[in-house]
């Protein structure tokens, strides 16, 4: 009698057991099965599921290559925009903003640009460029911007830390360590932070706070800073007195370390005099309230040493 064994995927076979026997007289099959066939048997799916999921991998593949061609044309920014205006309609539009970090600026610029958007959907919102734009604002240091569903957008917002006040051109700007200009500030509004004037003082605040720090004591008695001939500092004091600072980093850091000390020994700031010349790195001259000049030695000086004309300057 015929033995008919069904093979997936093709028909029935008919093969006879005359013929096909084993040595032990037991019939087998035509075509041993495959481990992919034994798999397949495995699976907790029908045959025709298998099938119509084998169907629907070929719509996908051709509809991945639909949506290609569709970008490559040019059409999903329509789609976008037709989506993104649908977004708007059902309430996804940018109506709240939620602003953090913010301390001492003032919040409206930042809701003025995250409102002021042409395109406030939440799905076509441009976040680099909202986050661009609050970066020009002079008190952002950083931003972070995101979403928040359905209809706000949140702000982080790092703010610069004031240092010192700008005075040029007879205006006063609110600055930072960079030199980055905050905002302007009024002549009876002045905060309580050091004054530097000059052309391009603004930019060399952080060099002014490093050289500050080497007389860490003469630091909080600092009224302000003249930046002269872009090149050296004249130092202001509280008490009313000016220091004259040699050109270069090292050399005003050493000569403002010695005016230290000897304020440190002889008590020399408060005591009237108008102002303290360390220019010379082997004179140290004081000029006093009544146009006097009186000219003392440093280290390496010689006690003969001329005293500079008392108008000199820069």
């Known amino acids: 009698m015929a033995e008919a064994r069904i093979r997936r995927g093709g028909t029935a076979r008919l093969s006879s057991a005359k013929g096909r026997a084993t040595k032990g007289g037991r019939g087998r099959a035509l075509k041993r099965q495959s481990s992919l066939d034994r798999l397949v048997e495995m699976l907790p799916v029908s045959e025709a599921t298998l099938q119509r999921m084998a169907s629907w991998a070929i719509v996908g593949i051709f509809g991945a290559i639909v949506v290609s061609i569709a970008i490559f044309a040019g059409l999903p920014g329509m789609a976008r925009q037709q989506a993104a205006d649908i977004a708007a309609r059902a309430g996804f539009e940018v109506d709240k903003v939620e602003v953090r970090g913010v301390e001492r600026m003032d919040e409206l610029p930042v809701y003025n640009i995250a409102l002021g958007q042409v395109d406030r959907s939440m799905l076509s919102l441009d976040l680099p460029k909202v986050r661009a734009d609050m970066l020009k604002l002079g ?34 700007h609110l600055i930072d360590v960079q030199g980055v200009v905050l905002q302007s500030v ?18 060399q605040t952080a060099g002014l706070n490093r050289l500050m720090e080497n007389a860490p004591a003469l630091k909080p008695m600092l009224a302000g800073a ?22 270069g980093d090292k050399d005003s850091a050493g000569a403002l370390v010695n005016f230290a000390r000897m304020d440190g020994v002889n008590r020399l700031l408060g005591r009237g005099i108008v102002k303290f010349d360390m220019r010379d790195p082997d004179r140290f001259v004081l000029r006093l309230p009544q146009g006097k000049v009186e000219e003392k030695p440093t280290d390496a000086a010689a006690a003969t040493a001329k005293a500079p004309d008392a108008g000199e300057e820069g």
């Open 226 to 247: 003249t930046w002269v001939g872009n090149r050296r500092w004249d130092l202001r004091f509280q008490s009313g007195e000016t220091l004259s600072l040699p050109e």
């Open 186 to 203: 009024s002549a009876s509004a002045m905060p309580d932070l050091p004054l530097v004037v000059g052309p391009n003082a603004n930019r």
């Open 139 to 172: 008190w952002v240091k950083d931003a972070r911007i995101s979403r928040r569903l359905p209809d706000t957008l949140v702000v982080d917002i790092v703010e610069r830390d004031p240092v010192a006040v700008w005075q040029h051109e007879g205006q006063l």
